[in-house]
């Protein structure tokens, strides 16, 4: 979970599709889980996760999912919260989906080597290239729709279940260089460098960890506008939050590209505003937040963190 493509958005992967809405309606879905059915069975029964096996059987009834849904008439009502969730994942939501079609469109190639006009999303070729392609962007976001509408149904359980907080996800320190996050936000990150550990009695030569750290100025210039979304998308189905390397609201060790991790620098960030911004989240979602406080801490940090009542985090075997 540590390298994730977009920290705003679900994997896909993990759907049930035994359990699409209106599957009742889309007999070409039902009869590619009936006709598959020996090979879900053979897949589960795997010793290991067949990745990719698994996603194109799962993909196949996605899709015809997808068709069924998109036949349905413009009032009826379960369409009309596809509609609704689509609308309201907004620029965000838009763009992952429009990097999901470009990298079906070149794959297994990193964003930085698509053609120059696709590597920056405000161009208007990537516009172009979205209006060309509406049925695959509409059907990354139907999945969003399903994973996220899943997440929701399984925490509801969870917390009639008994759960008395509910699920405790975890929000990673950065996202993978060639993903749709680093695409979508690239111009709040910083480039030829990624975020790293200096070296600590448990790993003497420092970390480097292939992030691309955010810049300062441009968190406060946005007015933690992407920051907030961020936090609020994790926070959302969740009880309880992770914030991995919560250091990094008061500074992140930056590595240069190509140097080891004993030859990186702390560069640091308006800590008070990225906590005030974070509390505010928390408020909203009605959500604890948990700061995985590990490593190398600056003074007074756990308690100021303490004061703000963002829970510390201790691994037992240390």
């Avoid at 359980?157 to 929000?171: C, M, P, Q, V, W």
């Avoid at 070296?199 to 955010?214: I, K, M, R, S, T």
């Avoid at 700061?291 to 691994?315: K, Q």
């Amino acid at each position: 979970p540590y390298q994730p493509s977009d920290r705003r958005f679900l994997e896909p992967l993990y759907i049930d599709v035994t359990r699409l809405p209106g599957l009742a309606d889309a007999p070409e879905a039902r009869r590619l889980l009936g006709q598959g059915a020996a090979r879900f069975a053979a897949l589960s029964s795997l010793g290991h996760v067949d990745y990719p096996a698994v996603w194109a059987a799962k993909r196949a009834v996605l899709a015809a999912g997808f068709r069924a849904l998109e036949e349905r008439p413009a009032a009826d009502p379960l369409r009309g919260r596809f509609e609704r969730f689509a609308a309201e994942g907004g620029r965000a939501l838009d763009r992952f989906a429009t990097f999901e079609a470009i990298s079906a469109a070149h794959p297994h190639a990193p964003w930085t080597a698509w053609p120059e006009e696709l590597r920056d999303p405000a161009h208007l070729a990537v516009a172009e290239f979205a209006a060309r392609h509406g049925g695959e962007l509409r059907f990354a976001k139907y999945l969003q729709w399903i994973a996220d509408r899943q997440l929701g149904d399984a925490a509801r359980a969870a917390h009639s279940g008994g759960l008395a907080i509910g699920f405790y996800r975890d929000l990673a320190v950065g996202a993978a260089p060639d993903g749709a996050e680093a695409w979508a936000t690239q111009e709040t990150l910083a480039k030829g460098v990624s975020t790293g550990a200096p070296p600590d009695p448990f790993c003497a030569a420092g970390q480097v960890w292939n992030l691309p750290p955010p810049v300062p100025g441009a968190l406060s210039a946005e007015g933690y506008a992407g920051f907030r979304a961020l936090v609020a998308a994790n926070a959302r189905h969740a009880g309880a939050l992770r914030i991995d390397h919560v250091m990094g609201l008061s500074r992140l060790f930056w590595v240069p590209e190509g140097a080891a991790g004993t030859e990186g620098a702390y560069v640091h960030y308006p800590f008070e505003d990225l906590l005030a911004a974070l509390a505010l989240e928390s408020r909203r979602a009605g959500c604890l937040i948990v700061g995985e406080d590990l490593g190398t801490v600056p003074e007074g940090f756990r308690e100021r963190l303490a004061e703000a009542d963002v829970l510390s985090y201790r691994v037992l075997w240390f």
